[in-house]
C-alpha cells in the first residue's frame, strides 16, 4: 500500500533537516534531542518445557506410520504437534506443509489453507518444492503465500505509521526500532526505507542515512516503478545534501540534478542545488538555481538570503543590497537578513546604513539564541574601527567576545581599536590572544608588529614581522616594516640615535619616506576598466589617515602616474628620493574621483 500521508509528514521532517547559509556558517547541522532512557525491561518468560517425547519412535517417525497406515487425520494432528514445538521458522513452516497437505487430501481445503498461511506470515521466502504436490495443493500454498504477504505489508505500513508519531516526537531511538521491526516483514517497503533513513539523518548518523537512501534508490532500480516519484525525488534530495555536507560536491550536483529533473516543483531541492554549486565555485548555475527555487516559493527567506550571499561573495554589493531591502521589508523580525544586508551595505561602503542594520540584528537577537547577535557585534567592531569610532568598536568587539571567545576578528579589531585610543598595552594583549586562535594570519603578526614598536620593543616587533613575512612571502607592508625596524636597531647598535623616520643612515643623508599604514590587496576590475590598490584597512594615527584614506578607497594612481596593484604603489613610495614632502593619489571613492595629498617626511 502506498502511505501517501505518511510521506507527506516525513518529507516536511526533511525539510527541517536542510541547511540554510547565512554569513560564514555551515548548512546542514544535525537534528539533536536528549538521549532516551528505556524503559525498564521485565524479566522474560520461558515457555513451559514440552512434554517428554514418549519411548519409541519419535513423532515424525509415528507420523509417517500413521500415514502408510491411511491414518491421514492423525498423521496431520502429529505433524501439527511437530510444528508448534519447534522454534525455527523454516522447520515449523516444513511440519505445517506437511500437515496442509493431508488435510488438502481429506478435502479440508480450509483448514490447509489456514495452516499454510500460518507458517508463510513468518517464512514468506520458505522454498517450496511445487513438483512434490497436485496443482490444486500448489495453487493453494500460492494463494496462502499472497495473503500472507499482504498480510505482513499491511502490518509493516501500520508500523511505518506509528513511526511518524515517533518521529514527529523526537523519539528517534523508538522510531527505529518501529521501524526495522516494519522492514523485517516488508524489506522492501519504500516508506520505511525512506523513514528509517531519515531517522539515521536526524541523529547524526550520516553514513547510515546515505546507505538507506541508497538502498532505496536499489530498490527502485531493480524493480521499476516500485518506489513512488515523491518517495524517489525525496530520496535523491536527501543523498544530495548528505554529500554536500561531506564535501562530496560531484555526487551531491548528480544526485540534486535527478532530483529537480524528477521533481521540478520542489523548491528545497534547487535551493541544495545551488548551495551546491555554489560552493563548487559555478556561481552562474548557483544563481540560476536560487532564482528557480524563489519562482517557486517567491516568499522563502531562506532562498533568498543564500542567493543574497551569492550576491556578496562576488561583490555584486548594489544586487545584495537591493535583494536584502526587499527580504528585511518582508521579514522585519528575521535578524539573519539584517545581518546579511549589513555585510552588503559594509561592502557597498555605506557604513552608516551597515551599522543601523547590524544594531538591528542585535535588538532582534538580543540574547544571541539564533547566534546572530554575535556576528553581527562582531561587524559592528569593524564597521565602528572603519569610522574611527574607537571607543563604539571597543565595545561591539566586547560584545561579541562575551558570545564567542574564540571569535579571532572581534580580538583583532578590538586590539586595532585599543590601538585608536592609545591603549598599547591593551592592544599588545588582544592581538596575542588573536594569534594564539589563529597563528598562521600574516596580518595579525604585522598589526601586532607596529603595536610593538609604538611600546619600543623593536626586537618584538621585529621577530612579528619576520613571521608576517615567513607565512606570507611578498607582504609588503611587513617588508617595509622590518626594513623601518632594522635600521633603527642598527642605529642604536652603533651608538647613533635612532634613525628619524626621513633619513636612513646606510645611505648618506638621503631621506626616507614614512611608512603609509595601509593594508591593501589588488583591485582588478578590468570589466570597468579599472586598476589599482584597494585599501582593505588604515591604521590609526597613520600616515595615511592624517591624510585622509579610507578603507574602501582605491587608488587609481600617484604623481600623475596610473598603478596596477598595491606592490607597484609602494615600491613608488618607498623609492621617493624626498626632492618634496609629499604625493597627490588619485583614488576612486563610492564612485567618485578624488586627488589626496600624503606628506611622506
Do not use: C
Not at 513511526?163 to 521491526?181: F, G
Not at 516568499?299 to 548594489?318: E, K
Not at 599604514?517 to 582588478?524: K, S, T
Request: negative net charge; proline residues 5%.
Amino acid at each position: 500500500m502506498r502511505n501517501v500521508a505518511g510521506l507527506a509528514l516525513a518529507a516536511a521532517l526533511l525539510a527541517l533537516a536542510t541547511p540554510v547559509a547565512s554569513g560564514a556558517q555551515t548548512p546542514g547541522a544535525p537534528v539533536q534531542s536528549e538521549e532516551l532512557q528505556p524503559a525498564a525491561t521485565p524479566t522474560p518468560l520461558a515457555p513451559p518445557a514440552p512434554a517428554p517425547a514418549p519411548a519409541g519412535p519419535s513423532l515424525e517417525a509415528q507420523a509417517e506410520e500413521r500415514y502408510n497406515a491411511g491414518d491421514l487425520e492423525g498423521a496431520a494432528a502429529l505433524y501439527r504437534q511437530l510444528a508448534v514445538a519447534t522454534s525455527s521458522p523454516q522447520e515449523r513452516m516444513r511440519l505445517l506443509v506437511a500437515a496442509a497437505w493431508l488435510e488438502h487430501q481429506l478435502g479440508h481445503l480450509e483448514d490447509a489453507a489456514e495452516l499454510l498461511r500460518q507458517g508463510l506470515a513468518d517464512a514468506p521466502d520458505f522454498p517450496f518444492q511445487s513438483q512434490n504436490y497436485s496443482q490444486p495443493f500448489v495453487d493453494l500454498f500460492l494463494q496462502a503465500r499472497q495473503r500472507a504477504v499482504s498480510e505482513r505489508r499491511q502490518h509493516a505500513t501500520a508500523l511505518v505509521q506509528r513511526s511518524l508519531q515517533e518521529i514527529a516526537a523526537d523519539d528517534l531511538q523508538r522510531a527505529r526500532a518501529t521501524l526495522v521491526q516494519a522492514l523485517a516483514l516488508a524489506p522492501d517497503e519504500p516508506f520505511g526505507l525512506f523513514n528509517l533513513a531519515l531517522v539515521e539523518m536526524k541523529a547524526g548518523r550520516r553514513d547510515e542515512a546515505a546507505a538507506g537512501f541508497e538502498r532505496l534508490l536499489a530498490v527502485e532500480a531493480g524493480h521499476p516503478g516500485a518506489v513512488p516519484m515523491e518517495v524517489r525525488s525525496s530520496a535523491l534530495a536527501s543523498l544530495g545534501l548528505l554529500y554536500y555536507e561531506k564535501d562530496f560536491l560531484e555526487d551531491a550536483r548528480r544526485y540534486l540534478e535527478q532530483a529537480v529533473a524528477l521533481d521540478p516543483a520542489s523548491s528545497r531541492s534547487w535551493n541544495n542545488l545551488g548551495l551546491t554549486l555554489r560552493k563548487a565555485g559555478d556561481t552562474v548555475g548557483a544563481e540560476q538555481a536560487f532564482r528557480k527555487a524563489l519562482a517557486l516559493v517567491p516568499d522563502d527567506v531562506q532562498v533568498a538570503n543564500n542567493l543574497a550571499l551569492l550576491f556578496i561573495g562576488a561583490q555584486r554589493w548594489a544586487d545584495a543590497v537591493a535583494l536584502l531591502n526587499s527580504i528585511t521589508a518582508r521579514a522585519a523580525s528575521d535578524p539573519l537578513g539584517f545581518l546579511n544586508l549589513g555585510l552588503a551595505q559594509r561592502g557597498a561602503g555605506d557604513r552608516v546604513a551597515a551599522a543601523a542594520s547590524l544594531q538591528r540584528v542585535l535588538a532582534l537577537d538580543a540574547d544571541n539564541k539564533r547566534g546572530t547577535a554575535a556576528r553581527a557585534a562582531s561587524y559592528l567592531a569593524i564597521v565602528r574601527y572603519e569610522q574611527g569610532d574607537g571607543a563604539g568598536a571597543v565595545a561591539a568587539a566586547r560584545q561579541a567576545l562575551g558570545w564567542r571567545p574564540e571569535d579571532v576578528d572581534a580580538w583583532v579589531y578590538l586590539g586595532l581599536a585599543q590601538q585608536m585610543q592609545k591603549d598599547l598595552a591593551g592592544a599588545r594583549d588582544s592581538l596575542q590572544r588573536a594569534l594564539a586562535l589563529d597563528p598562521a594570519r600574516p596580518e595579525i603578526h604585522n598589526n601586532l608588529g607596529t603595536v610593538l614598536v609604538a611600546l619600543a620593543d623593536l626586537a618584538g616587533a621585529a621577530a612579528e614581522f619576520q613571521q608576517a613575512l615567513t607565512i606570507r612571502p611578498g607582504f609588503v607592508e611587513a617588508q617595509a616594516n622590518l626594513d623601518q625596524v632594522r635600521a633603527r636597531q642598527l642605529g642604536a647598535q652603533v651608538g647613533a640615535p635612532a634613525a628619524p623616520a626621513g633619513r636612513d643612515e646606510n645611505r648618506g643623508h638621503r631621506r626616507r619616506p614614512k611608512s603609509l599604514g595601509v593594508r591593501f590587496a589588488d583591485a582588478d576590475f578590468t570589466y570597468l576598466g579599472i586598476k589599482g590598490a584597494l585599501v582593505e584597512s588604515v591604521m590609526g594615527e597613520s600616515t595615511a589617515e592624517r591624510a585622509g584614506l579610507r578603507k574602501g578607497d582605491v587608488v587609481l594612481g600617484v604623481d600623475g602616474k596610473p598603478i596596477e596593484g598595491p606592490q607597484q604603489l609602494l615600491r613608488y613610495l618607498r623609492n621617493l628620493t624626498g626632492e618634496r614632502d609629499y604625493v597627490e593619489m588619485d583614488i576612486l571613492r563610492d564612485g567618485k574621483p578624488r586627488r589626496l595629498r600624503v606628506d611622506m617626511f
